[in-house]
């Protein structure tokens, strides 16, 4: 079974850019999180699909960053304009409503974003 | 709001010996989930071990159990038989079991092995 999929793994802007972020999730995973991770902390929620509703998007930044998982599949994730505090990993996770692994979530390798 | 704290910035530990990573959580619920991330200089994080607090047995996987303490609200990771390839961040996770899925961390211990 294939894991989480991120694209790019690297991606070096300048400030006041564009950039997007890309997850594919675990095949059959319905959730869909993206996390902000920066140095030297755990990683923070920014957004959670069900499907294609973005049921909890509280934590995002909604001046600067928009989602969409227009599929119920992968999703994108984008900043515009980036801010050199933007810098840190984005991290996609999915988790399935299977009984067996109910609540946990797989993560996928990452985004790292460095805003010069 | 739930909280997870790991005092131990940074372990160490010689290769084959047995290392224990610390984590406290607060919580007013009664039931959630507990987990253990492992996240290497690649930065993927890596499920190692996930507890149910309904469940009174501690979980194991291979060489990874953990003490799981309810009442104390402690949740440590023992690592049996330390391998090279166990060097990596470990982040400690809650999650409510109903509601708000999302997970929330400690600040991670920095495991090394030592040859």
């Known amino acids: 079974e294939a894991g989480v999929v991120q694209s790019p793994r690297y991606k070096i802007i300048e400030k006041k850019q564009p950039v997007a972020f890309w997850c594919n999730p675990i095949s059959g995973h319905n959730t869909l999180y993206w996390y902000r991770q920066n140095l030297g902390q755990g990683p923070e929620l920014l957004i959670r699909y069900e499907n294609e509703e973005a049921v909890d998007d509280s934590q995002l930044p909604k001046d600067r960053f928009s989602a969409e998982r227009l599929k119920g599949v992968d999703s994108t994730l984008k900043i515009q304009p980036a801010e050199l505090g933007d810098s840190a990993v984005y991290l996609c996770a999915s988790s399935s409503p299977s009984l067996a692994v109910y609540g946990t979530q797989y993560f996928g390798p990452g985004t790292r974003l460095l805003v010069l | 709001a739930q909280t997870v704290t790991q005092s131990q910035p940074e372990m160490s530990v010689q290769e084959a010996e047995t290392v224990t990573l610390s984590c406290t959580y607060d919580?007013?619920?009664?039931?959630?989930?507990l987990f253990w991330y492992k996240q290497p200089p690649s930065r993927q994080m890596i499920l190692v071990i996930r507890?149910?607090?309904?469940?009174?047995q501690n979980a194991t996987e291979n060489r990874f159990s953990v003490n799981f303490q309810k009442a104390a609200k402690s949740f440590s990771l023992k690592i049996s038989d330390s391998q090279l390839g166990d060097a990596a961040m470990y982040f400690c996770?809650?999650?409510?079991?109903?509601?708000?899925?999302?997970?929330?961390f400690g600040t991670g211990t920095r495991l090394t092995i030592i040859p």
């Open positions: 507890q149910e607090a309904y469940k009174q």
């Open positions: 996770a809650y999650r409510t079991l109903f509601g708000n899925e999302k997970l929330t």
């Open positions: 919580t007013s619920e009664s039931d959630y989930y």
